[in-house]
């Protein structure tokens, strides 16, 4: 791909990004972001901007080795940019508390779950929560049942082992657990990579439904066609270009 059509796709989704509804200010957004990997030294993320809204579900696409999973953590507060800035409601994350930011203002579904095998479903949702050291105004095991009716599993899953759950399950639960604490913002990591169609679709239309219906910003980095179809907005990377 050469640079313009890099260029290119990257002002076309800045444009489709923020004409349709002028002033809804971006809840999320990455400013003429740039990022290296110490380790060798390339740079991966190149000038990149975008803007995300409250209300809509994003699809962050782009071939294997693109650089989805960086933006993911530039966006989640877990890396920093080398140049440039993430505005988290027009704030600097780099000038906020990132500990706070992601404790308290976005949930991270990670490709891999991170859930704990060994505890049950409810005590993973249950540590996140404590986890956020936010206060709560319903006891937290009320607030997990609640959690587990959203991603539509039956409450007698909340004593049942990590372990003993199909993949399927586990991502509803991972995103229980990023929503424990109420974030603005959910992204996740190919959250319907090794799931099969009508699970996938399953979880699309929770995630449609914590965007339309709750006004969450959702991010999804994802390689599936499918997904972006489903998603309001495509924001996608361009593959790598050799340096
Ligand atoms: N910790 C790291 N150190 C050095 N290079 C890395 C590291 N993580 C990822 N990369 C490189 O950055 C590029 C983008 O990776 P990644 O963001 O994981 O892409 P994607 O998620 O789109 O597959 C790849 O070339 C990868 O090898
Ligand atoms: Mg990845």
Do not use: W
């Not at 890396?79 to 988290?88: Q, V």
């Not at 600097?92 to 976005?106: E, G, N, P, Q, V």
């Not at 996938?200 to 390689?223: N, P, R, S, W, Y």
């Amino acid at each position: 791909m050469t640079d313009t059509t890099e260029h290119q796709a990257t002002a076309t989704a800045i444009a489709n990004n923020t004409n349709d509804d002028a002033d809804r200010s971006p809840i999320l957004a990455l400013d003429n972001v740039s990022y290296s990997y110490v380790k060798g030294g390339k740079k991966v993320i190149h000038d990149l901007s975008y803007a995300f809204e409250a209300g809509k579900v994003y699809a962050i696409t782009g071939p294997s080795g693109a650089g989805k999973t960086t933006v993911l953590s530039l966006l989640s507060g877990l890396t920093s940019p080398t140049e440039g800035r993430i505005l988290y409601r027009g704030q600097d994350l780099a000038k906020t508390d990132r500990y706070r930011f992601r404790s308290h203002d976005i949930g991270v579904i990670f490709q891999s779950f991170n859930l704990l095998p060994s505890l049950s479903v409810e005590e993973n949702i249950i540590l996140s929560m404590d986890a956020s050291g936010k206060q709560f105004d319903r006891p937290k095991h009320d607030i997990a049942i609640g959690l587990l009716a959203k991603v539509r599993l039956a409450q007698e899953y909340a004593n049942e082992r990590i372990l003993h759950l199909s993949g399927g399950e586990q991502q509803r639960v991972a995103i229980a657990r990023a929503l424990s604490y109420d974030p603005d913002i959910i992204i996740a990591d190919e959250p319907t990579g090794n799931l099969d169609m009508s699970t996938q679709d399953d979880i699309m239309a929770i995630f449609k439904d914590l965007a339309h219906a709750e006004g969450k910003c959702v991010i999804i980095v994802t390689h599936s066609p499918d997904v972006a179809q489903q998603s309001d907005e495509v924001f996608q990377l361009a593959a790598l270009r050799k340096r």
